[in-house]
């Protein structure tokens, strides 16, 4: 048996700006972290000359064609598992669609699983361009590059994205007491709605190729606040990056009417009446995750959880993907 994790992240910074429209012309920067929630790919070599997939559906067949999972195809097919006896389940700590990058986890658990079983040995950075391969290229999703990016690297880490495609990971430069701080005043909860992140990404897509200059225009801001962002952490100023969370989050809102919602709002709102120094919704949009800044935990705690949302508590993870089970 071989069981695998990724990590789920936050982003911090510059979301949206990984996706080829923008960096291929004005190259993307963003910040991101891994947290200690995971997404596990379980593999069993079976008896039986059959595949059988389990996720939110089970699956039976005899033929890697046949697979209806579409990531779950194309990685068994990218690895070369031609006459497969396996049985292949994920589970999460978190459920899909709630804007913790959850999709790229499950791609690099589940490639890296699959070399494991074929005893390939797979650099992060090959991981992550395979799982990018398979997401953007093979099966046209308007996505980005970080989520495959943060789950094979693991920890806080900077992401450069060249107009050539090229990725540079760095990791950010933080003495251990600011690390410590800004971990014990996030906190991040749960609206209750999970969404599909490629309706919303796929306006911004549109809109970028097709050269809609507002657009253009706010993913050069979410450019520049991701910079200013890792400025403020590597030098301490954590009350500085909570008042940049806070501005990325209304200049976010501004690139699709779907981003937001007046529940959203209203819950941001009351955060920042009860504490939250800054924060914004995680991801494409839409539902999952709010991520606040405080120096106040129990004040927003007992304002949000009283008001209908769930806190998730986490940790920092350093590591990215990797083998849990051999």
């Given at each position: 048996?071989?069981?695998?994790?990724?990590?789920?992240?936050i982003?911090?910074?510059?979301?949206?700006?990984?996706?080829?429209?923008?960096?291929?012309?004005?190259a993307?920067?963003?910040?991101?972290?891994?947290?200690?929630?995971?997404v596990?790919?379980?593999?069993?070599?079976?008896?039986?000359?059959?595949?059988?997939?389990?996720?939110?559906?089970?699956?039976?067949?005899?033929?890697?064609?046949d697979?209806?999972h579409?990531?779950?195809?194309?990685?068994?097919?990218?690895?070369?598992?031609e006459?497969p006896?396996?049985?292949?389940?994920s589970?999460?700590?978190?459920?899909?669609?709630?804007?913790?990058g959850?999709?790229?986890?499950?791609?690099?658990?589940?490639?890296?699983?699959?070399?494991t079983?074929?005893?390939?040995?797979?650099?992060?950075?090959?991981?992550?361009?395979?799982?990018?391969?398979?997401?953007?290229?093979?099966?046209?999703?308007p996505?980005?590059?970080?989520?495959?990016?943060?789950?094979?690297?693991?920890?806080?880490t900077?992401?450069?994205?060249?107009?050539?495609?090229?990725?540079?990971?760095?990791p950010?430069q933080?003495?251990?007491?600011t690390?410590?701080?800004?971990?014990d005043?996030?906190?991040?909860?749960?609206t209750?709605q999970?969404?599909?992140?490629?309706?919303?990404?796929?306006?911004?897509?549109?809109?970028?190729?097709?050269?809609?200059?507002?657009?253009?225009?706010n993913?050069?801001?979410?450019?520049?606040?991701a910079?200013d962002s890792?400025?403020?952490?590597?030098?301490?100023?954590?009350?500085?990056?909570?008042?940049?969370?806070?501005?990325?989050?209304?200049?976010?809102?501004?690139?699709?009417?779907?981003?937001?919602?007046g529940?959203?709002?209203e819950?941001?709102?009351?955060a920042r009446?009860?504490?939250?120094?800054?924060?914004?919704?995680?991801?494409a949009?839409?539902g999952?995750?709010?991520?606040?800044?405080?120096?106040?935990?129990?004040?927003?705690?007992h304002?949000?959880?009283?008001?209908?949302?769930?806190?998730?508590?986490?940790?920092?993870?350093?590591?990215?993907?990797?083998?849990?089970?051999?």
């Amino acid at each position: 048996m071989i069981i695998t994790r990724s990590p789920l992240r936050i982003t911090l910074g510059g979301g949206g700006t990984d996706l080829p429209s923008y960096y291929e012309a004005h190259a993307g920067f963003l910040v991101a972290v891994t947290i200690d929630k995971y997404v596990y790919i379980t593999l069993h070599q079976t008896f039986q000359q059959e595949l059988i997939v389990k996720y939110s559906s089970m699956e039976r067949t005899t033929a890697v064609e046949d697979v209806q999972h579409p990531i779950v195809r194309e990685c068994l097919k990218l690895v070369g598992i031609e006459t497969p006896s396996l049985e292949v389940t994920s589970m999460a700590d978190i459920p899909a669609g709630t804007g913790l990058g959850s999709s790229g986890s499950f791609t690099t658990a589940l490639l890296k699983a699959l070399h494991t079983l074929k005893k390939n040995i797979v650099h992060p950075r090959e991981l992550a361009e395979q799982a990018c391969h398979v997401e953007l290229t093979l099966l046209k999703e308007p996505i980005g590059k970080q989520d495959q990016y943060v789950a094979a690297f693991g920890g806080m880490t900077c992401f450069e994205f060249g107009k050539d495609g090229a990725v540079r990971a760095e990791p950010l430069q933080l003495a251990a007491e600011t690390l410590y701080n800004l971990e014990d005043n996030l906190m991040l909860f749960f609206t209750g709605q999970s969404r599909s992140a490629s309706a919303i990404l796929r306006q911004q897509d549109d809109a970028t190729r097709g050269g809609n200059a507002a657009m253009v225009e706010n993913l050069h801001r979410v450019k520049q606040m991701a910079r200013d962002s890792r400025r403020a952490l590597e030098r301490g100023e954590l009350r500085r990056f909570a008042e940049i969370m806070n501005e990325h989050w209304h200049e976010k809102k501004k690139r699709s009417a779907e981003m937001s919602s007046g529940r959203i709002d209203e819950w941001y709102e009351l955060a920042r009446q009860n504490g939250a120094l800054g924060g914004k919704l995680i991801g494409a949009g839409g539902g999952g995750f709010l991520l606040f800044y405080t120096e106040d935990k129990p004040r927003l705690r007992h304002a949000l959880t009283t008001n209908g949302l769930r806190e998730v508590r986490f940790r920092f993870e350093p590591e990215g993907t990797k083998v849990v089970i051999q």
